[in-house]
């Protein structure tokens, strides 16, 4: 999709500061960091939000690619939160579904 952001990302028509990619996935950190360490992973693949995602085994996927970029890539070993927003109620504004992982501090409720 050439007129989605993180499309443009993922194919490197735009940049971004990538912490990690494989052939599924990537993870960048976030323009306007809400926390001292905020990435968002993406699938490579274009769906637009969390509802769109009927894939079981893509679901699987980018759990387990959160897992590894949190703990393994960027060392969040004391903790930190996984959001997800979706849809203009949830708070999505861009409209490739990413997953925020958000840490390096007490994450306040
Ligand atoms: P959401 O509100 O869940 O759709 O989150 C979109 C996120 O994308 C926001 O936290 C933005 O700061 C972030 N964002 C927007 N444009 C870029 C960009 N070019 N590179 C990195 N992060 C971006
Ligand atoms: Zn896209």
Redesign the pocket.
């Known amino acids: 999709m050439s007129d989605c ?1 993180f499309c443009r ?1 993922a194919s490197g028509e ?1 940049p ?1 500061e990538l912490v990690y990619e494989d052939d599924d996935v990537l993870a ?5 960091p ?1 926390a001292p360490t ?1 990435v ?1 992973l993406i699938p490579r693949r274009h769906v637009p939000t969390l509802a769109d995602a009927e894939d079981p085994a893509l679901l699987a996927l980018l759990m387990q690619r959160v897992q590894y970029v949190a703990d393994e890539v960027l060392g969040l070993a004391a903790g930190y939160r996984v ?1 997800i ?1 979706v849809r203009e109620g949830g ?4 409209f490739h579904l ?1 997953i ?1 992982i958000l840490g390096g501090k007490k994450m306040p409720f």
Do not use: P, T
């Open positions: 952001l990302i735009l971004a960048f950190r976030d323009i306007h809400k905020h968002l959001v927003n708070g999505q504004e861009v990413h925020h």
